[in-house]
């Protein structure tokens, strides 16, 4: 077993609970800390006796980390019921980042769907950070309804900050004054200048195929535009192959990779 | 509502690379408004005689749900247009419009435009491929939205 095969220990410090389903875990570490984190990377998270899952950091401080996780099975369901004091394995960071840096200089452009948010908070982050670096900044954020928001919180804030927030539900909704619709609408709204920006995406397949074909609608280069990938990662380390997606193997060329590499492989039935 | 200072009606996404000569024609039976939150545009079943492009500001479309009021259906922006039914019988709305936030908008004489587009079938044909694109696009987006595509697990685990 190698050594990037062996989780760290960290303890579970806070429990932020974010819908009914959806929690953020801050954890620090008890043993060698994972190497540092850059926006958009993931670590396999290890509940002891039960197993191990892929996922997204969704905050990065020095030496700790913040990680969102859905229930969607065993593991994620074990990890939602954590609390503080609880130890999980965590190792990695694996796969590919944002590359945030890289946007200097232009607008940088966050749709995210549902819990395709969490990995995207550290690109706001960073590029809120350093705004001066960055021309406007934009979050549009669609969920499934109101109370599927996750980082709500935080939405006020990153307003306060400089960015252009729009956020979007699906149903038909009463006491809900945001926009009512799907996140790619709100792309033909936003204010950004697509001959210089850069797209950040994350959700559901199916909600970044859309947002991409009208990010390009709006002028925006398929090089300009990344997704983060999402398929059933298991080693980490591009051994054991579960996450291949035609040429790519996703926890290592991904999960973040440009909608010019991603679109040919998304429209294969069969990947 | 008020008459406010209008932006050229060329600028608008809905209407950007019109031929000139067209522009100049509906720009004589356009009006540009600005109106308060809150204001209704127009009411489900009422005559639809007029159309808005939205220059800023927050549209909302709803429904009367009966024993749960006006229920907003989808919400308009930013470079959308509202309203399709003036364009094709029985020229009655089926949803309502309110205005979310204070809003900006060309507003269009939807008989006029009509009577307009019976007149010359360049124009006619156009703006029909337009308004037809608009509808396409909204149709695109429900089908998404009825998929539930936020509910659907990802990866195990």
Redesign the interface.
Known sequence: MTKSMVPSRYRVTARHPETRDTVTLAMEPMDEPIGTCQPGQFTMLYVFGV?E??ISVSGIGTGTLAQTVRV??A??RALHAAGPGQVIGVRGPYGTDWGVQSATGRDVVVVA??IGLAPLRPVLHAALAAQESYGRIVLLA???SAA?LIFVREFDVWRRRGADVDI?I?????G???????V???I??A?FDPANATAFVC?????MR?SAKALIERGIAARDIRLSL????RCGVATCGHCQLGPLLVCRDGPIVTYELAAPLLAVKEL | MSTANSPPLTQHPFLRGMAEEHIARLNQVTRYIAVPAKYRLFDEGGTADRCWLIEAGQVALDLHVPGDGPVIIETLGRGDVVGWSWLFPPFEWLLGGVTMQPTQAFELDGRAVRAMCEADSVLGHELTRRMVTVVVRRLQATRIRLLDVYGRPGAPG
């Open positions: 197993g899952v892929p969607v099975g593991v994620t769907g549902g669609g969920a499934r599927d979007a699906d149903p038909p909704a009463r809900w004054h945001g926009h009512v619709g799907f790619s609408q709100l033909d709204r204010v959700g559901p397949e199916i909600m859309v999402e398929r059933d990662m």
